[in-house]
């Protein structure tokens, strides 16, 4: 059977028109029986009450007639006489008046005792008219006879009233114990309904409490409890398929919200506390990060200042971490960085703050005495500088490193955090410029090196911008035919008031400021343009630095240079380091393979210094490889050095890859290299640098000479 069930708006619709019912069918009751006792209640009032009134006022009446009558028989004189006939003739008007007034009031109504009283009337009016039509005379007149002969009828009459009058009386009080008893019934009739309604009341008010009130209550409860944050309660009168159901499902929905919501709150709470740890705290070592060391820095200063301590902050800086963590990889890198963190904390005190500021530089905060505040930061100093040198051996391999430490002195250097960083920094970066693995307080002169350092960033700036950096020309000789192979452009800077600036001075300072790749461009630019003069048999050689190659549009970059210029791509060798192979393999290939697709040679540079050098010899197709000038230089007095050369030219004669030897300045070394199968050479024994009239002259000069010869 399909169940029907009422929803609550019709359940209220139900309840409201029942108590209404109630409440109408009780007032019509009380309205009907209070009708019917008004019913009685008028009849008491207009017919018993008035009739008898009307009766005692007739009785009245014929009691004032006979007194005129009897007046009229006794009085002398005639106008005595004639005034209670009048007298008695307005009595008898008003009884006669007081008699239709009786009969209207009951109307047809049979009245029997007004029947009596009617014939006992007439009776006695009746004799009194025979009385006064045969009165025989005024003196018969006063006789009292005539007078007394009326009293019979009279007193007939007047005892009829009486009777009527009782009977009356008699009949109102019987009409009103039926009133009585109407109203009576009335009342038992209201009471019962009364109370009928009260329990039909009683029951429609259980009904909307157990079907409306206590389900909103217990809903209400629930949601106070949720709103009080226990997301866990059960949802009351969810089974319901009325308003209240849809309320309590919707609840429940907003429950499961809520505890998404509680859930998801705890998952950001948690996420926030986590951001908060990494805020402060570097992930990969657990040491105090760069902003926390700073937020600490700042505490110390502000003891400083009220003159209870003093403090020192040493800058550590790891030297040469970079080829370790490209040519072993980041894994290994960070696993070193972790044990040089566990050394730090180990080497410093209890109270030091040992952070980490970024990649492999590290910080300690030192606070103590002002008496001793020096002496304790040197043997800090010198006990970290010992820790880091120790070989670190991570699963089978073995590194060794060393780290150069700048200190910084509070109150001495400065009283702000950016003063003393600056401070240690500078400090840092001349421990490292005077050989790595020591440390250095600062002093104010290493301030004005700085300064001079930044003075000479702005006036690199304004020279590359204005195209004062020159390419300068060195000699690439064929050693098999003594024929000018090329020319290796190299940079060259002369500024007006600071004179001429080093390559390798210069070189570093762009690549840390950023305008490396503009003085790149500048160079071959101007190269090609001036190189077109030499003819098509001499090529140019161009050295990329490490960050151009990570530029995935260097190809395309360098090629539309060569285009706009109108040189050969066929003309240029590029030359790049093993150190610039390491972060972006997969960018380096593509790179150096777009080049080779268009016919540029591609050297690689600097051979026999690095960690992977075959593993690049086998990853990349190289066309030219330069064995580094530090090896060639030494085979003039360093027999090893001389096999290690002969060794590099044998392996790159058997993958068949063109070497160039770089620092050849020696005749022996010269005819060493070429008797090993080196076929180029380049070094002072053929020329250094040299502008462009001077490269000019050189290859007009050889080409001379081997015509002669």
Same mark, same amino acid.
């Given at each position: 059977?399909?169940?029907?069930?009422?929803?609550?708006?019709?359940?209220?619709?139900?309840?409201?028109?029942?108590?209404?019912?109630?409440?109408?069918?009780?007032?019509?009751?009380?309205?009907?029986?209070?009708?019917?006792?008004?019913?009685?209640?008028?009849?008491?009032?207009?017919?018993?009450?008035?009739?008898?009134?009307?009766?005692?006022?007739?009785?009245?009446?014929?009691?004032?007639?006979?007194?005129?009558?009897?007046?009229?028989?006794?009085?002398?004189?005639?106008?005595?006489?004639?005034?209670?006939?009048?007298?008695?003739?307005?009595?008898?008007?008003?009884?006669?008046?007081?008699?239709?007034? &009786?009969?209207?009031?009951?109307?047809?109504?049979?009245?029997?005792?007004?029947?009596?009283?009617?014939?006992?009337?007439?009776?006695?009016?009746?004799?009194?008219?025979?009385?006064?039509?045969?009165?025989?005379?005024?003196?018969?007149?006063?006789?009292?006879?005539?007078?007394?002969?009326?009293?019979?009828?009279?007193?007939?009459?007047?005892?009829?009233?009486?009777?009527?009058?009782?009977?009356?009386?008699?009949?109102?009080?019987?009409?009103?114990?039926?009133?009585?008893?109407?109203?009576?019934?009335?009342?038992?009739?209201?009471?019962?309904?009364?109370?009928?309604?009260?329990?039909?009341?009683?029951?429609?008010?259980?009904?909307?409490?157990?079907?409306?009130?206590?389900?909103?209550?217990?809903?209400?409860?629930?949601?106070? =409890?949720?709103?009080?944050?226990?997301?866990?309660?059960?949802?009351?009168?969810?089974?319901?398929?009325?308003?209240?159901?849809?309320?309590?499902?919707?609840?429940?929905?907003?429950?499961?919200?809520?505890?998404?919501?509680?859930?998801?709150?705890?998952?950001?709470?948690?996420?926030?506390?986590?951001?908060?740890?990494?805020?402060?705290?570097?992930?990969?070592?657990?040491?105090?990060?760069?902003?926390?060391?700073?937020?600490?820095?700042?505490?110390?200063?502000?003891?400083?200042?009220?003159?209870?301590?003093?403090?020192?902050?040493?800058?550590?800086?790891?030297?040469?971490?970079?080829?370790?963590?490209?040519?072993?990889?980041?894994?290994?890198?960070?696993?070193?960085?972790?044990?040089?963190?566990?050394?730090?904390?180990?080497?410093?005190?209890?109270?030091?703050?040992?952070?980490?500021?970024?990649?492999?530089?590290?910080?300690?905060?030192?606070?103590?005495?002002?008496?001793?505040?020096?002496?304790?930061?040197?043997?800090?100093?010198?006990?970290?500088?010992?820790?880091?040198?120790?070989?670190? =051996?991570?699963?089978?391999?073995?590194?060794?490193?060393?780290?150069?430490?700048?200190?910084?002195?509070?109150?001495?250097?400065?009283?702000?955090?950016?003063?003393?960083?600056?401070?240690?920094?500078?400090?840092? &970066?001349?421990?490292?410029?005077?050989?790595?693995?020591?440390?250095?307080?600062?002093?104010?002169?290493?301030?004005?090196?700085?300064?001079?350092?930044?003075?000479? =960033?702005?006036?690199?700036? $304004?020279?590359?911008?204005?195209?004062?950096?020159?390419? &300068?020309?060195?000699?690439?000789?064929?050693?098999?035919?003594?024929?000018?192979?090329?020319?290796?452009?190299?940079?060259?800077?002369?500024?007006?008031?600071?004179?001429?600036?080093?390559?390798?001075?210069?070189?570093?300072?762009?690549?840390?400021?950023?305008?490396?790749?503009?003085?790149?461009?500048?160079?071959?630019?101007?190269?090609?343009?001036?190189?077109?003069?030499?003819?098509?048999?001499?090529?140019?050689?161009?050295?990329?630095?490490?960050?151009?190659?990570?530029?995935?549009?260097?190809?395309?970059?360098?090629?539309?240079?060569?285009?706009?210029?109108?040189?050969?791509?066929?003309?240029?060798?590029?030359?790049?380091?093993?150190?610039?192979?390491?972060?972006?393999?997969?960018?380096?290939?593509?790179?150096?393979?777009?080049?080779?697709?268009?016919?540029?040679?591609?050297?690689?540079?600097?051979?026999?210094?690095?960690?992977?050098?075959?593993?690049?010899?086998?990853?990349?197709?190289?066309?030219?490889?330069?064995?580094?000038?530090?090896?060639?230089?030494?085979?003039?007095?360093?027999?090893?050095?001389?096999?290690?050369?002969?060794?590099?030219?044998?392996?790159?004669?058997?993958?068949?890859?063109?070497?160039?030897?770089?620092?050849?300045?020696?005749?022996?070394?010269?005819?060493?290299?070429?008797?090993?199968?080196?076929?180029?050479?380049?070094?002072?024994?053929?020329? $250094?640098?040299?502008?462009?009239?001077?490269?000019?002259?050189?290859?007009?000069?050889?080409?001379?000479?081997?015509?002669?010869?």
């Amino acid at each position: 059977m399909t169940s029907f069930r009422f929803s609550l708006q019709a359940q209220l619709a139900l309840f409201i028109g029942a108590f209404l019912a109630i409440v109408l069918g009780l007032a019509l009751l009380s309205t009907l029986s209070l009708r019917a006792v008004d019913a009685k209640t008028d009849a008491l009032a207009s017919k018993w009450i008035e009739g008898t009134r009307i009766l005692g006022e007739l009785s009245d009446r014929i009691s004032e007639f006979r007194i005129q009558e009897a007046y009229r028989g006794l009085a002398e004189a005639e106008e005595e006489r004639i005034a209670a006939e009048r007298r008695a003739a307005e009595h008898r008007i008003v009884i006669e008046e007081l008699q239709r007034d &009786y009969f209207a009031l009951f109307g047809a109504e049979p009245r029997p005792d007004l029947a009596k009283f009617s014939t006992a009337l007439a009776a006695y009016l009746g004799a009194h008219d025979a009385w006064i039509a045969n009165e025989p005379d005024v003196a018969a007149i006063r006789a009292a006879r005539g007078v007394n002969a009326l009293h019979q009828p009279y007193r007939v009459a007047d005892e009829a009233v009486d009777a009527a009058i009782d009977q009356l009386k008699w009949s109102a009080r019987a009409e009103a114990d039926t009133a009585a008893r109407v109203t009576e019934g009335a009342l038992k009739t209201t009471l019962l309904a009364s109370a009928l309604a009260l329990a039909l009341a009683a029951w429609l008010l259980f009904r909307v409490k157990e079907r409306i009130t206590r389900p909103l209550a217990a809903i209400t409860a629930a949601l106070t =409890e949720l709103a009080a944050g226990k997301h866990y309660v059960e949802v009351p009168e969810i089974g319901r398929d009325d308003e209240i159901g849809a309320m309590a499902k919707s609840l429940d929905v907003f429950r499961a919200n809520a505890q998404a919501l509680e859930r998801a709150h705890e998952a950001t709470r948690a996420a926030q506390e986590h951001a908060q740890i990494l805020a402060r705290q570097d992930s990969l070592t657990g040491l105090p990060n760069r902003r926390m060391l700073v937020a600490d820095l700042h505490a110390a200063i502000e003891r400083v200042e009220d003159g209870a301590t003093a403090c020192a902050l040493l800058f550590v800086d790891l030297d040469r971490f970079k080829p370790i963590n490209d040519l072993e990889g980041h894994r290994f890198g960070d696993a070193v960085l972790c044990e040089i963190a566990r050394r730090l904390r180990h080497a410093s005190r209890k109270s030091d703050v040992v952070a980490r500021m970024g990649g492999d530089e590290f910080a300690i905060l030192m606070e103590m005495t002002p008496a001793t505040h020096m002496d304790q930061a040197m043997r800090v100093a010198g006990r970290a500088l010992s820790a880091i040198a120790e070989p670190i =051996e991570i699963g089978e391999r073995r590194v060794e490193l060393s780290a150069s430490i700048g200190v910084s002195l509070c109150p001495e250097n400065g009283l702000d955090v950016s003063t003393l960083l600056r401070a240690a920094d500078i400090a840092m &970066y001349h421990a490292k410029r005077d050989g790595r693995g020591r440390f250095r307080f600062f002093e104010q002169s290493m301030d004005e090196d700085l300064r001079r350092r930044a003075e000479l =960033e702005s006036a690199l700036k $304004k020279a590359v911008a204005a195209g004062d950096i020159r390419p &300068y020309y060195q000699p690439l000789v064929d050693l098999r035919d003594n024929r000018v192979y090329g020319f290796e452009v190299l940079s060259r800077w002369t500024h007006d008031k600071l004179g001429s600036i080093p390559p390798d001075v210069f070189i570093p300072l762009a690549e840390q400021i950023g305008v490396i790749a503009e003085l790149t461009w500048s160079v071959v630019r101007r190269a090609c343009r001036e190189a077109l003069q030499w003819g098509a048999q001499v090529r140019l050689s161009v050295n990329v630095s490490p960050m151009q190659l990570k530029d995935p549009l260097l190809a395309s970059r360098l090629l539309s240079t060569l285009e706009e210029e109108r040189f050969p791509p066929s003309r240029l060798d590029v030359e790049i380091t093993e150190s610039a192979l390491i972060d972006e393999v997969d960018t380096a290939r593509a790179t150096l393979a777009a080049l080779q697709a268009e016919g540029v040679r591609i050297s690689l540079d600097d051979f026999g210094a690095g960690y992977s050098s075959l593993y690049h010899l086998r990853a990349f197709h190289f066309d030219k490889v330069k064995i580094d000038r530090s090896f060639v230089l030494a085979m003039q007095h360093d027999e090893e050095a001389g096999r290690i050369v002969d060794a590099i030219l044998s392996l790159l004669k058997h993958l068949g890859v063109t070497t160039v030897a770089e620092g050849v300045e020696t005749v022996e070394v010269l005819r060493r290299l070429a008797e090993n199968g080196c076929e180029i050479g380049q070094g002072f024994y053929f020329g $250094k640098a040299m502008t462009i009239g001077d490269a000019s002259k050189l290859l007009r000069r050889r080409r001379a000479d081997r015509r002669v010869a």
